[in-house]
């Protein structure tokens, strides 16, 4: 059944115009850092997200955020260049390689502003605890024990609701991005994005908001698959939205699926988000391995990559989702009991405190049983292509955090990067947007409304498409993808995106539609640049396509009314 709310009436006759300096969607890390520095230069700020301030991916990510502290360089304990090396690693041929040199060298300037906000890090009497994960050669993640996320997503959204300068409307689901060529209907202007339409989910009405600059942060699409770590939010809403107004799309093939969520085959709606066991349970630092039976300690994943479990999130979860098809299995399992990882009881109930508590609760006691786990789509790769300064290709329109993509994740994200380049480009982007907004938006933005129309979409009718949406993703693009698979997907996403098009325009408006039509088409950008290359990469696995090939070493890109190709990474 689909978790969907139901219709929604809405009256469009008294829409709202509400006029700032600063417009942010959503109220993840990247957005909240991007309205405190924007506040802190004097700026009006709005935010817009469309739940609760502190619903956002940012709150369910537990392992931590990647940091590499200055003194630590010097004392030789680790390395810029090794970072560099990992990240690029990881991206599998397709990063930016001064996107991840600037990372590398600005990747603690995240950390000590956190740390000035007064997110907790964990610490011992030797000082902060670092973690290694898979992918990394040392330890340079910073956490809040195992709920690192949710720490740092409650103390900044504190923060900015203590905030004079920044007001936030919860609830509020934008669906339409204004830009000066769509408003007037010619494609020859010099374009400008001017604005949003976002419905209030709350009070069934419609506001326009006029900003000087807008920015993305609407995280990513994980909810297009049926399984998935994400929450109900991860719809893909900011990349459909971009790419309606013609803003340059790249690298969707490359989705990240996590290696190890908990598997529960009972009691589990099937859209419910599944719960993630962090990176770091399996990191070097740790030692947890994946095996294929509760008794087992030998290491499956070393028959498929060198490194074994402790090898970057693509390659496990496709040695995972091989395993379980090769031998049947409805499920593998993760060992950190003290047998496997040599930590006591103790040490995983002090450092994995909610993993534990979680489990617990299930009836698994993490200390002593191994840990039923499988595949889940987990993250974004690609997204609104920006510059790195955050610009995207619209004046006007920038992009953070996982709607967007830097080029730092490449073909595949190393684990615990996402949240430093979340805060990282969430300044980077607000100093550009600062600038940027001294140049007034002075063009009218029109209220929203409908022209007579009266009929109300069928509540049936759209939760199928949700739902087929959904299914289709998880069976024909999810980790192993074929031509076959993939034509099929691409067909069936074709016709329900008409389908919803058509209720889009043709039927009274409500959020449903909206998100379900933003949900629609970012699951097809990702369909049709899979089925578009050739080849296995990273987070993109064709097993009719096994290996890499030089020629795919380009990002694909994609506008609306364009057809994808491939351009050199820049």
């Known amino acids: 059944m689909s978790m969907l709310p139901q219709l929604i009436n809405m009256d469009t006759q008294h829409t709202e115009i509400v006029v700032t300096d600063i417009l942010i969607i959503g109220s993840g890390i990247a957005g909240l850092r991007a309205a405190l520095e924007a506040s802190k230069c004097g700026k ?26 200055p003194e630590r360089v010097a004392r030789g304990k680790d390395s810029y260049e090794s970072l560099i090396q990992n990240t690029l690693a990881a991206g599998d041929g397709l990063c930016n390689k001064q996107v991840v040199d600037f990372f590398a060298h600005h990747s603690y300037e995240p950390i000590k502003f956190l740390i000035q906000q007064n997110v907790p890090f964990s610490k011992d009497a030797d000082g902060w605890i670092l973690h290694q994960e898979g992918g990394h050669e040392h330890e340079r993640i910073y956490c809040v024990a195992d709920y690192t996320g949710k720490a740092i997503e409650e103390t900044l959204a504190g923060k900015v609701l203590q905030d004079k300068n920044i007001k936030v409307y919860e609830h509020f689901l934008t669906f339409t991005l204004i830009t000066r060529r769509k408003l007037r209907k010619n494609p ?21 908001f006029k900003a000087n ?19 109900d939010n991860a719809t893909g809403d900011g990349i459909a939205m971009a790419y309606y107004v013609g803003a340059k799309i790249a690298n969707m093939e490359f989705f990240q699926f996590h290696p190890t969520v908990l598997y529960e085959p009972f009691g589990m709606q099937p859209n419910e988000r599944r719960f993630l066991l962090t990176e770091a349970l399996r990191g070097v630092s740790v030692g947890g391995i994946l095996t294929t039976s509760p008794d087992s300690t030998e290491d499956f994943v070393l028959a498929y990559h060198p490194d074994g479990s402790h090898a970057t999130r693509d390659k496990v979860s496709q040695a995972v989702d091989a395993e379980m098809k090769r031998s049947g299995l409805k499920h593998v399992y993760l060992n950190v009991t003290t047998r496997i990882s040599g930590k006591t009881p103790e040490y995983i109930k002090e450092h994995f405190p909610q993993i534990y508590a979680h489990c617990l609760n299930k009836g698994i006691d993490i200390t002593v049983q191994p840990i039923p786990v499988v595949p889940a789509a987990h993250y974004t790769c690609g997204g609104v292509l920006v510059d790195i300064r955050g610009r995207t290709s619209i004046p006007g329109l920038f992009a953070i955090g996982e709607v967007s993509c830097t080029g730092l994740m490449g073909a595949n994200r190393l684990a615990s990067n996402s949240l430093a380049e979340a805060a990282l480009f969430g300044k980077v982007a607000a100093d550009e947007a600062i600038k940027f907004s001294e140049n007034k938006n002075t063009e ?6 409908t022209t007579g129309i009266i009929s109300h979409a069928d509540v049936a009718t759209v939760n199928q498409i949700w739902d087929v949406a959904r299914t289709t993703m998880m069976s024909l693009c999810g980790i192993d993808r074929t031509e076959e698979r993939l034509r099929a997907a691409v067909g069936i996403l074709d016709s329900l995106y008409d389908t919803i098009n058509k209720i889009y325009w043709g039927y009274y408006p409500n959020d449903q539609i909206f998100e379900t039509r933003n949900l629609v088409q970012a699951a097809k950008l990702i369909a049709k640049a899979a089925l578009f290359r050739k080849e296995s990469r990273g987070g993109h696995y064709r097993s009719d396509y096994p290996q890499k090939k030089p020629e795919y070493e380009s990002m694909t890109l994609i506008q609306n009314g364009t057809e994808m190709k491939l351009v050199p990474v820049e």
């Not at 817009?48 to 990647?66: H, V």
């Open 44 to 69: 009006k700020v709005i935010i817009l997200t469309k739940s609760r301030i502190t619903d956002s991916n940012t709150y369910y990510a537990q392992g931590g955020i990647t940091g590499l502290d």
């Open 188 to 208: 020859n202007l010099d374009d400008r994005c001017l604005g949003v339409y976002a419905i209030d989910r709350l009070n069934e009405t419609v506001a326009a």
């Open 213 to 231: 600059a807008v920015i993305l942060a609407t995280g990513g699409a994980g909810r297009v698959f049926q399984y998935t770590s994400n929450p």
């Open 444 to 449: 009218d933005v029109p209220a929203w409304y």
